[in-house]
């Protein structure tokens, strides 16, 4: 490889289908998120997170409140914002924001629902961790969108 030449790394890609409607699976996914994103786990402050809020347009945060409700923590930032079919953002939740990833979330119809495709890419900002976080993120990535599908199947 030549000087300067950056490995790839593939992205984390996860497809799944919901038996709602586009704006139902939007809605819930990025105005919702505090009702179905495993904070115990998946947070910076961990036992100690209360809430965490997507602000919904093109520059908001990403980020968890910490339960003094004083402290937070930023996660990203959004880059597109584009209702009911797709949310992008800079995700660096735990890192600094320039090792940031790029996280596309988009909703089609599909038969009587719609599919929704989590695309992570741009590891390669992570430098010598990039791997080992993508792998984390190929398996941490099934809980959550788990929390995230019983919470947009749920009865309203």
Known sequence: MSEGAVNRVQPVVKRLWLAVPVGTAFGVFAEETARWWPLLTHSVFGEEAQTCLLEPYEGGRFFEVHD????????????????????????????????????????????????????????ERRGAKAEAQREAYESGWDEVLERYAECALAPR
């Open 68 to 123: 003094d409700g004083l402290q937070q923590s930023e996660w990203g930032r959004v880059l597109a914002w584009e209702p009911p079919h797709r949310v992008a953002l800079s995700f660096y939740a735990g890192h600094a924001a320039e090792e940031g990833t790029d996280l596309e979330v988009t909703f089609e119809p599909e038969a009587e629902g719609c599919r929704v495709v989590l695309t992570q890419g741009g590891w």
